[in-house]
């Protein structure tokens, strides 16, 4: 029979010896637990009856559970059903789909289901395919690309989740410049123009998750996100060993764009959205 328990920290090399095994399901546990800052949420911790880890899950923000059997999935969602705050539950789609039923009856009614989010992994410079054509100009984000970048930001996100990108909040705008001073913000231009950008999310040793993938409406359709992305993929693994990301099935030019880049196919996710 096996048991929950709170995460502590005499068994962080174990548990994140245990996420690693799926290092593509779980870059954001994974990260949050390593640089501890899931410390401003919860994680739970299952174990088998050989006292083994066979679940990890972290509440907060985001309800992200990872686990091998249903007995730890249900003890997950028994804690869930007590839990409030979260805007999404986020996670490999087999875990999603056993959760959820076991707690929508006691959540909001959810304001979104992105049901398959295919998850895409770059594993090397030399996979990353030759696309060609004008050459711009890639590198990190500076502070005075701020107000550049802001609207750009907010606009993706609203094309995401909803809103006017128009009335992007001042926390908005500083978060976006935290992410340009820890250096994980990065753009493409070309003849000057902000053609292209994206974000590291988190890191773990094994791989680096991109988010906030975007090219400006205006200059869509000239192949500079796939430029741009080739060339910001070739830096970032100058770093990284690896790069991950997830994207929704039905935005079929991001897909196509990850795939023309060099990105392949190695997991699903799903989420549901409260707001």
């Known amino acids: 029979m096996g048991r929950l328990e709170t995460y502590a920290r005499d068994a962080r090399e174990e548990t994140l010896s245990y996420l690693a095994r799926r290092p593509y399901?779980?870059?954001?546990?994974?990260?949050?637990?390593?640089?501890?800052?899931a410390a401003?949420?919860?994680?739970?911790?299952?174990?088998d009856a050989s006292k083994a880890i066979a679940g990890v899950c972290y509440y907060g923000m985001q309800i992200v559970p990872f686990a091998d059997d249903d007995a730890a999935i249900d003890a997950f969602a028994d804690r869930a059903?007590?839990?409030?705050?979260?805007?999404?539950?986020?996670?490999p789609r087999e875990n999603i789909e056993r959760f959820w039923p076991r707690v929508r009856d006691t959540m909001d009614a959810p304001t979104a289901i992105r049901a398959s989010q295919p998850v895409y992994a770059l594993t090397s410079r030399a996979a990353i395919a030759n696309v060609g054509g004008v050459t711009g100009d890639a590198g990190r984000a500076t502070r005075d690309e701020l107000d550049e970048i802001?609207?750009?930001?907010?606009?993706?996100?609203?094309?995401?989740?909803g809103g006017d990108p128009s009335r992007a909040s001042v926390e908005f705008r500083a978060r976006t410049g935290r992410i340009i001073d820890a250096r994980w913000s990065w753009r493409y231009r070309v003849d000057g123009r902000l053609a292209f950008i994206c974000n590291v999310g988190a890191v773990t040793p094994f791989t680096a998750q991109l988010q906030g993938v975007w090219t400006p409406p205006e200059l869509r359709g000239q192949g500079h996100a796939a430029r741009g992305l080739a060339a910001i993929s070739r830096l970032l693994l100058d770093e990284f060993p690896t790069l991950s990301l997830y994207v929704n099935d039905f935005n079929t030019s991001a897909i196509a764009l990850y795939e023309r880049v060099g990105f392949t196919r190695v997991g699903e996710f799903r989420t549901i959205l409260f707001g």
């Open 150 to 161: 802001v609207p750009q930001s907010a606009a993706m996100i609203a094309g995401e989740l």
């Open 40 to 47: 401003r949420g919860e994680v739970l911790v299952w174990r």
């Open 25 to 37: 399901d779980n870059v954001f546990v994974s990260w949050l637990i390593a640089t501890g800052q």
């Open 81 to 91: 059903r007590r839990f409030r705050g979260a805007r999404m539950i986020v996670g």
